[in-house]
């Protein structure tokens, strides 16, 4: 199975910071324009973002639900761009809605936040070194399928890129965040027995020790 390598930081990663940067335009822009940043109408803003942010609710009242789009980008130095050792991930906190993920012009992922945010794996291919450009589209105006699942819920759906975003580049041996498992087993009379179980995944071709 080849020579099992050791490594001596094998959990650290890189995580980039996008909170800043961006261009918002209301209504859901054709993708070749805003990645071009041609789009009309647009305005600097910076993450956490909302655009339902001076809307309060009220029963029976309408406030904007529709589309957002946004413009981001990004440098990436040349020795991680081309690095074969992470695996690339776009982490964002909690958001509403549905839309769609653009990087350097090909389609990342189509998204629903469901209020939680996403975590979407990117190609290392998909990355370039120097500036890469991002381009998100969003709406709170959403299918029956998607949560609350009814048209006027009695709170509001707030819109837009509400929590923050990074670019996580974490080795190829790393912790599974998803298979940590902690039990506890009361041991009388005080004492406390803690069992914790983890997973380490080895994403590469070879086997690791660590």
């Known amino acids: 199975m080849g020579k099992v390598a050791k490594s001596q930081e094998w959990n650290t990663r890189t995580r980039i910071n996008l909170d800043s940067g961006w261009m918002f335009w209301k209504g859901c822009r054709p993708v070749r324009r805003i990645l071009s940043g041609n789009a009309p109408g647009g305005r600097a803003i910076a993450l956490p973002h909302c655009w339902n ?6 029963d029976g009242v309408a406030y904007y639900r529709g589309g957002g789009s946004y413009r981001g980008s990004f440098t990436l130095d040349r020795s991680l761009a081309r690095a074969k ?10 958001f509403y809605g549905t839309g ?9 992922a189509r998204v629903d936040g469901q209020f939680l945010g996403v975590n979407l794996p990117v190609p290392s291919d998909q990355l370039a ?6 381009a998100i589209r969003l709406t709170n105006r959403c299918r029956s399928s998607v949560l609350p699942g009814i048209r006027m819920p009695d709170y509001l759906l707030h819109g837009g890129l509400t929590g923050r975003l990074w670019l996580s580049g974490r080795p190829l041996l790393h912790f ?4 940590l498992l902690c039990r506890y087993k009361l041991n009388p009379p005080l004492a406390v ?5 983890f997973d380490i995944h080895n994403a590469s071709a070879h086997p690791r020790r660590a």
């Open 53 to 58: 942010t001076h809307d309060t609710f009220q």
């Open 85 to 94: 050792d992470r695996l690339w991930r776009l982490e964002s906190e909690g």
């Open 100 to 108: 769609d993920v653009w990087l350097n012009g090909r389609q990342l």
């Open 129 to 134: 070194a120097g500036e890469n450009t991002l």
């Open 176 to 179: 599974n965040e998803g298979g």
């Open 193 to 197: 027995v803690a069992t914790i179980t």
